[in-house]
């Protein structure tokens, strides 16, 4: 396994909830600024919201008021907490260190995660 690790996704109707985890096997984690990313099929990945350190966070317009981020610097673990899901949140779901306040941040924990798959279906 990588230092990435994510799980928690799954299938859920539209307007369902799901949280899904991500596991950093690093201590670098409590000091990164992280996030989450998320591509569909076709598409780019983009990042759907940060989280510093001290816990201040922030949201793509896409999911501002349903998604919350949130970490546990004392278990090295980032959460991703998703409510009124929607059919176009399907994507598998990465977590990484924030693209925009860390230089390397594609490479700080080595690679990419697997992701976990989230899929919002009737």
């Known amino acids: 396994q990588g230092q990435l690790v994510e799980s928690g996704g799954g299938l859920v109707q539209p307007g369902g909830s799901l949280r899904i985890s991500c596991v950093v096997s690093v201590s670098i984690f409590s000091i990164t600024p992280m996030a989450w990313y998320r591509q569909a099929p076709g598409k780019q990945r983009e990042q759907v919201a940060g989280i510093i350190p001290s816990g201040a966070s922030n949201y793509a317009a896409a999911v501002k008021g349903r998604f919350t981020i949130s970490r546990d610097n004392t278990h090295n673990t980032l959460y991703l907490q998703m409510n009124n899901l929607k059919p176009e949140d399907t994507a598998v779901y990465y977590c990484?260190?924030?693209?925009?306040?860390?230089?390397?941040?594609?490479?700080?924990?080595?690679?990419w995660g697997q992701g976990t798959q989230v899929t919002v279906s009737s």
């Open positions: 990484n260190a924030d693209r925009r306040l860390v230089i390397d941040y594609e490479t700080i924990f080595g690679s």
